[in-house]
């Protein structure tokens, strides 16, 4: 009889079990994003297209509401790239928004000696974005922070990567 109990009572524990753990779900973390520049042209005015690589770390899709990074260039502050792209990118991916900026005298020429002698410029982005994570409030993450460099494009004139 007490096998009986006993085996009962195991049964129920299992099922309790396998019902709690279908009613958790998946582990939903929210990672601060980051930025970074894919490509840098120079457009024919002399104001600058960039390609900013939104990037999210999330386990859960986040929507790209603001973005505003100071951009500056072999040292030279370049200008603001600001954007409001409303994009909605899923878990652990990317995706790229484009922002025209006006750069400063300074930092246009120092990309313009880069690319006339075939060599790298550093850059780095500091600043903030705002995004939603799926189904929560919206939040700023306001600590980003990037260095990098970008290569002239070997066959497009006026492109860094």
């Known amino acids: ?6 085996g009962r009572w195991l049964a129920v524990a299992t099922v309790g079990l396998v019902l709690a753990a279908c009613t958790s779900g998946p582990v939903r973390r929210v990672s601060e994003p980051s930025a ?6 120079v457009r024919a005015d002399g104001n600058w297209s960039v390609d900013l690589r939104l ?3 999330s386990s859960i899709p986040m929507r790209f509401d603001a973005i505003s990074l100071a951009l500056e260039v072999d040292g030279h502050a370049a200008g603001t790239l600001v954007a409001r ?3 909605t990118i899923g878990p652990e991916s990317a995706d790229v928004d484009e922002v025209v900026l006006v750069p400063s005298a300074a ?21 903030s ?17 990037r260095r990098s460099a970008l290569s002239p494009a070997p066959g497009l004139p006026g492109v860094m990567r």
Do not use: C, H
């Open 85 to 87: 792209p409303g994009i």
């Open 1 to 6: 009889m007490a096998g009986r109990t006993w």
């Open 129 to 145: 974005v705002t995004a939603t994570p799926d189904e929560a409030g919206q939040r700023v993450f306001d600590d980003l922070s």
């Open 36 to 41: 970074r520049i894919q490509q840098l042209t």
């Open 107 to 127: 930092a246009k020429f120092a990309v313009a000696q880069a690319l006339g002698r075939g060599e790298a410029v550093d850059y780095s982005l500091e600043g």
């Open 55 to 57: 990037e999210n770390y």
